[in-house]
């Protein structure tokens, strides 16, 4: 049994997809929802990397994000109906993707990185797991699910969840700096507006 419903799909939303998109996108979903579903009785660390493998390796990426607004974040179901993002949108499916698996949501974070070797910032989905103090990183760039003290490309400017922003101080520990971000509520707002 799932611990949250979101993203779920009824059969009059399948019909709409395939309606507006092609049976492909409606394949999709349907896809996600079957994969997901298999997934209930793997061990934590095995649903992360899975989790991970599966959504990168269905859902294409693209350089722009798919709405004229500049770094829109995508909702999970806008995500899987189009079949494309850009990483913050990786991020946030595998987010409420965990969060459907029953993982707790005060142990995940959208996570925005410098890239050293881009020389861009990037967004991963964090999860520390039981006080670790390195998370375990789930990135649309890598099928592999390790800690952020091996992943030497990334430089972590700050962790995002319902209960703010954070930052890393020198002992690896999280420090709250903000009580929100700002897309993030209102990808929530979207979010809650969809369920």
């Not at 997809?17 to 793997?42: H, M, P, W």
């Not at 995940?108 to 910032?121: I, R, S």
């Not at 990334?154 to 969840?161: T, W």
Request: aromatic share 14%; glycine share 4%; with cysteine.
């Amino acid at each position: 049994m799932y611990a949250s419903k979101y993203p779920s799909f009824s059969t009059s939303e399948l019909q709409s997809i395939e309606d507006k998109l092609g049976n492909s996108a409606k394949k999709r979903v349907i896809c996600y929802n079957n994969t997901i579903e298999s997934y209930q009785e793997f061990s934590q660390y095995e649903q992360l990397a899975k989790v991970n493998y599966f959504l990168n390796d269905i859902l294409p990426k693209v350089d722009k994000p798919n709405v004229d607004k500049e770094n829109y974040w995508e909702t999970p179901k806008e995500f899987l109906t189009m079949g494309k993002g850009d990483c913050e949108d990786y991020a946030i499916i595998k987010y409420f993707t965990l969060l459907k698996l029953g993982f707790e949501k005060e142990k995940l974070f959208m996570t925005v990185a410098y890239e050293k070797y881009t020389g861009q910032y990037h967004m991963v989905l964090s999860y520390f797991k039981d006080g670790d103090k390195y998370p375990l990183i789930l990135d649309n760039l890598s099928f592999n699910v390790v800690s952020l003290q091996k992943r030497k490309d990334l430089v972590p400017n700050m962790f995002i969840n319902d209960s703010g922003v954070y930052k890393l101080n020198q002992d690896s520990k999280l420090i709250k700096v903000a009580r929100g971000a700002k897309q993030f509520k209102e990808l929530i707002k979207r979010v809650q507006k969809e369920s």
